[in-house]
Protein backbone atom coordinates (compact mmCIF):
# COMPACT_ATOMS: atom_id res chain seq x y z
CA UNK A 1 0.00 0.00 0.00
CA UNK A 2 2.82 2.21 0.77
CA UNK A 3 4.53 1.59 -2.43
CA UNK A 4 1.25 2.94 -4.01
CA UNK A 5 0.97 5.88 -2.20
CA UNK A 6 4.79 6.76 -3.13
CA UNK A 7 3.89 6.03 -7.09
CA UNK A 8 0.77 8.09 -6.80
CA UNK A 9 2.56 10.79 -5.37
CA UNK A 10 5.40 10.53 -7.75
CA UNK A 11 3.33 10.34 -11.24
CA UNK A 12 1.15 13.30 -9.46
CA UNK A 13 4.48 15.25 -8.93
CA UNK A 14 5.50 14.61 -12.77
CA UNK A 15 2.75 15.94 -13.90
CA UNK A 16 2.32 19.14 -12.13
CA UNK A 17 5.77 20.12 -13.01
CA UNK A 18 5.81 19.28 -16.54
CA UNK A 19 2.42 20.96 -17.03
CA UNK A 20 4.22 23.91 -15.69
CA UNK A 21 7.00 23.52 -17.80
CA UNK A 22 9.66 23.38 -15.01
CA UNK A 23 12.88 21.46 -15.12
CA UNK A 24 13.72 19.43 -12.00
CA UNK A 25 16.39 21.91 -11.09
CA UNK A 26 14.16 24.72 -11.57
CA UNK A 27 11.40 23.09 -9.36
CA UNK A 28 14.57 22.45 -6.80
CA UNK A 29 15.24 26.24 -6.95
CA UNK A 30 11.98 26.91 -5.99
CA UNK A 31 11.10 24.64 -3.01
CA UNK A 32 14.81 25.34 -1.93
CA UNK A 33 15.92 21.61 -2.15
CA UNK A 34 18.65 19.97 -4.12
CA UNK A 35 17.41 17.71 -8.03
CA UNK A 36 18.64 15.02 -6.37
CA UNK A 37 15.76 15.38 -3.88
CA UNK A 38 13.05 16.30 -6.90
CA UNK A 39 14.64 13.30 -8.64
CA UNK A 40 13.70 11.40 -5.47
CA UNK A 41 10.42 12.17 -5.43
CA UNK A 42 9.61 12.02 -9.03
CA UNK A 43 11.05 8.15 -8.73
CA UNK A 44 8.72 6.93 -6.25
CA UNK A 45 11.98 6.90 -3.38
CA UNK A 46 10.38 9.02 -0.74
CA UNK A 47 8.34 11.78 -0.06
CA UNK A 48 9.22 15.53 0.40
CA UNK A 49 9.55 17.20 4.17
CA UNK A 50 6.58 18.77 5.57
CA UNK A 51 8.15 22.54 4.99
CA UNK A 52 8.64 21.24 1.11
CA UNK A 53 4.82 20.19 0.67
CA UNK A 54 3.83 23.91 1.52
CA UNK A 55 6.63 24.70 -0.81
CA UNK A 56 5.47 22.53 -3.74
CA UNK A 57 1.53 23.21 -2.79
CA UNK A 58 2.77 26.75 -3.29
CA UNK A 59 4.32 26.69 -6.16
CA UNK A 60 1.71 24.70 -8.03
CA UNK A 61 -1.45 26.29 -6.57
CA UNK A 62 -2.55 23.60 -4.94
CA UNK A 63 -3.60 22.15 -1.88
CA UNK A 64 -1.24 19.84 0.20
CA UNK A 65 -4.21 17.35 0.74
CA UNK A 66 -4.22 17.77 -3.41
CA UNK A 67 -1.06 16.28 -3.29
CA UNK A 68 -0.88 13.26 -0.47
CA UNK A 69 -3.70 11.81 1.10
CA UNK A 70 -3.90 12.09 5.07
CA UNK A 71 -2.61 8.90 5.67
CA UNK A 72 0.31 9.47 4.26
CA UNK A 73 0.63 13.03 5.90
CA UNK A 74 0.53 11.05 8.72
CA UNK A 75 3.42 8.82 7.29
CA UNK A 76 5.24 12.01 6.67
CA UNK A 77 4.71 13.66 10.28
CA UNK A 78 5.95 10.55 12.10
CA UNK A 79 8.85 10.21 9.75
CA UNK A 80 9.73 13.86 10.51
CA UNK A 81 9.42 13.37 14.44
CA UNK A 82 11.56 10.36 13.88
CA UNK A 83 14.25 12.38 12.13
CA UNK A 84 14.38 14.61 14.81
CA UNK A 85 14.16 12.44 17.62
CA UNK A 86 17.29 10.35 16.38
CA UNK A 87 19.02 14.33 16.09
CA UNK A 88 18.21 14.76 19.42
CA UNK A 89 19.48 11.05 20.45
CA UNK A 90 23.00 12.09 18.09
CA UNK A 91 23.22 15.27 20.29
CA UNK A 92 22.63 13.98 24.19
CA UNK A 93 25.23 11.03 23.08
CA UNK A 94 27.80 13.61 21.57
CA UNK A 95 27.82 15.81 24.49
CA UNK A 96 27.56 12.42 27.09
CA UNK A 97 30.79 11.29 25.35
CA UNK A 98 32.92 14.86 25.25
CA UNK A 99 32.00 15.05 28.91
CA UNK A 100 34.31 11.73 29.31
CA UNK A 101 37.27 14.35 28.19
CA UNK A 102 36.72 15.97 31.64
CA UNK A 103 38.32 13.06 33.24
CA UNK A 104 41.76 14.82 32.29
CA UNK A 105 40.42 17.69 34.40
CA UNK A 106 37.93 16.38 37.45
CA UNK A 107 39.99 14.75 40.43
CA UNK A 108 38.23 11.84 40.72
CA UNK A 109 40.95 9.65 40.51
CA UNK A 110 42.36 8.40 43.81
CA UNK A 111 45.97 8.01 43.96
CA UNK A 112 47.60 5.10 45.71
CA UNK A 113 51.25 5.67 46.24
CA UNK A 114 53.49 5.63 49.26
CA UNK A 115 50.48 4.74 51.98
CA UNK A 116 48.29 7.99 51.17
CA UNK A 117 45.36 8.44 49.24
CA UNK A 118 44.72 11.70 47.43
CA UNK A 119 42.08 12.76 44.82
CA UNK A 120 43.75 13.95 41.53
CA UNK A 121 42.46 14.29 37.91
CA UNK A 122 43.83 11.44 35.36
CA UNK A 123 46.49 13.82 34.34
CA UNK A 124 48.30 13.45 37.54
CA UNK A 125 47.33 9.50 37.94
CA UNK A 126 50.28 7.56 38.87
CA UNK A 127 49.94 3.94 38.71
CA UNK A 128 51.88 0.96 39.77
CA UNK A 129 51.08 -0.62 36.63
CA UNK A 130 51.39 2.57 33.77
CA UNK A 131 50.00 0.18 30.65
CA UNK A 132 46.87 0.53 32.74
CA UNK A 133 46.73 4.20 32.60
CA UNK A 134 47.26 3.85 29.11
CA UNK A 135 44.79 2.20 28.51
CA UNK A 136 42.56 4.30 29.92
CA UNK A 137 43.70 7.47 28.59
CA UNK A 138 43.27 5.91 24.80
CA UNK A 139 39.51 4.82 25.98
CA UNK A 140 38.47 8.45 27.29
CA UNK A 141 40.64 10.01 24.07
CA UNK A 142 38.55 7.43 21.76
CA UNK A 143 35.40 8.20 23.52
CA UNK A 144 36.06 11.73 22.89
CA UNK A 145 36.46 11.67 19.51
CA UNK A 146 33.29 9.79 19.15
CA UNK A 147 31.72 12.39 20.81
CA UNK A 148 33.14 15.25 18.28
CA UNK A 149 32.10 12.85 15.69
CA UNK A 150 28.53 12.57 17.06
CA UNK A 151 28.16 16.15 17.52
CA UNK A 152 29.59 17.22 13.50
CA UNK A 153 27.47 14.33 11.94
CA UNK A 154 24.17 14.57 14.27
CA UNK A 155 21.71 15.36 11.00
CA UNK A 156 23.09 12.29 9.38
CA UNK A 157 20.58 9.99 9.85
CA UNK A 158 21.31 6.60 8.18
CA UNK A 159 20.67 3.07 9.33
CA UNK A 160 24.03 2.54 9.68
CA UNK A 161 25.32 5.49 11.26
CA UNK A 162 22.83 5.00 14.03
CA UNK A 163 23.71 1.45 14.80
CA UNK A 164 27.19 2.52 15.32
CA UNK A 165 26.21 5.02 17.42
CA UNK A 166 24.33 2.98 19.84
CA UNK A 167 26.81 0.10 19.90
CA UNK A 168 30.15 2.19 20.14
CA UNK A 169 28.89 4.70 22.09
CA UNK A 170 27.13 1.75 24.69
CA UNK A 171 30.60 0.11 24.15
CA UNK A 172 33.10 2.66 25.38
CA UNK A 173 30.71 3.11 28.51
CA UNK A 174 30.60 -0.58 29.33
CA UNK A 175 34.01 -0.48 29.03
CA UNK A 176 35.17 2.86 31.39
CA UNK A 177 32.83 1.00 33.85
CA UNK A 178 34.49 -2.31 33.54
CA UNK A 179 37.48 -0.65 33.77
CA UNK A 180 37.25 2.16 36.43
CA UNK A 181 36.36 -0.85 38.66
CA UNK A 182 39.68 -3.33 37.38
CA UNK A 183 41.83 0.08 38.48
CA UNK A 184 39.55 0.38 41.87
CA UNK A 185 38.55 3.47 41.09
CA UNK A 186 34.70 4.02 42.68
CA UNK A 187 34.32 7.84 41.66
CA UNK A 188 35.21 7.04 38.13
CA UNK A 189 33.18 4.20 37.77
CA UNK A 190 30.19 6.21 39.20
CA UNK A 191 30.90 8.79 36.52
CA UNK A 192 30.93 6.51 33.74
CA UNK A 193 28.22 5.10 34.97
CA UNK A 194 26.16 8.00 35.21
CA UNK A 195 27.01 8.72 31.23
CA UNK A 196 26.22 5.38 30.29
CA UNK A 197 22.50 5.93 32.31
CA UNK A 198 22.16 9.07 30.15
CA UNK A 199 22.82 7.43 27.23
CA UNK A 200 20.08 4.38 27.80
CA UNK A 201 17.09 7.21 29.23
CA UNK A 202 17.69 9.09 26.22
CA UNK A 203 18.16 5.87 24.05
CA UNK A 204 14.32 4.81 25.33
CA UNK A 205 13.21 8.43 25.56
CA UNK A 206 13.19 8.61 21.75
CA UNK A 207 12.68 5.67 20.69
CA UNK A 208 16.14 4.34 19.54
CA UNK A 209 16.55 1.12 22.59
CA UNK A 210 19.22 -1.47 21.75
CA UNK A 211 16.52 -3.80 20.31
CA UNK A 212 15.75 -1.62 17.40
CA UNK A 213 18.99 -2.28 16.49
CA UNK A 214 19.18 -6.11 16.98
CA UNK A 215 15.69 -6.06 15.19
CA UNK A 216 16.79 -4.19 12.12
CA UNK A 217 14.49 -1.40 12.02
CA UNK A 218 14.08 0.32 9.38
CA UNK A 219 13.48 4.39 9.02
CA UNK A 220 12.16 5.86 6.31
CA UNK A 221 14.21 8.27 3.93
CA UNK A 222 12.28 11.70 3.54
Known amino acids: MCYNYFMEFNIKLQ ?29 GRGYPNLDSLKMLAKVFDVTIDDLLSSEELLDIAEAQNKNKSDVL ?39 KNEAVKLIFV ?26 CELILSGAFSSM ?17 FALFLIKILVSFRTGAGMTSVFCGERGKNL
Request: proline share 2%.
Open 15 to 43: QLRTKKGFTQEQLAEKVCVSRVAVSKWES
Open 176 to 192: GVVLSCLMNQPYTCVYY
Open 138 to 163: ILVCVNGILGFAELAFQNLQKGWKKT
Open 89 to 127: RSLMFGIADCMTLLLFLLPLFANRLNDEIAAVSLLNLKL
